[in-house]
């Protein structure tokens, strides 16, 4: 099981950090550290879109070309969670956030397991 929280109601420019708890070896009986995760985003009448990702080794993390310098990824392998930071925010990164577990693919993630999300509000 994959737990977001973190999310809420911010004026723009300020802060939030998100937080994606796993459970045990929720993810195909694998332990959070074997995972590679990531955080999309799908804001009303929009495609859920990719924001970044967490490789399972080597601490590799990257996020989009929307969000780069404002967010960065996070993981704590001994929590089993996995962090979003999110600074600078803007009234476009209104969404609900979803985190996730999968497969590394070239640009994105190939999920194979999804939070239920959290709801992100940016007032302008």
């Not at 924001?51 to 993981?75: C, E, H, L, M, P």
């Amino acid at each position: 099981q994959l737990v977001e929280s973190g999310g809420g109601l911010v004026q723009a420019g300020e802060s939030l950090r998100l937080s994606c708890a796993v459970s045990g070896r929720a993810v195909s009986g694998r332990p959070f550290s074997d995972i590679a995760m990531g955080w999309f985003r799908q804001a009303p009448g929009k495609d859920r879109e990719f924001v970044g990702r967490s490789a399972a080794t080597n601490g590799y993390t990257n996020v989009a070309a929307s969000v780069k310098g404002r967010f960065t990824i996070a993981r704590d392998n001994a929590k089993s969670t996995m962090y979003l930071q999110m600074d600078s925010l803007k009234p476009e990164d209104s969404g609900i956030y979803y985190c996730a577990a999968g497969i590394f693919t070239a640009q994105s993630l190939k999920v194979d397991h999804w939070g239920q999300g959290t709801q992100v509000t940016v007032s302008s």
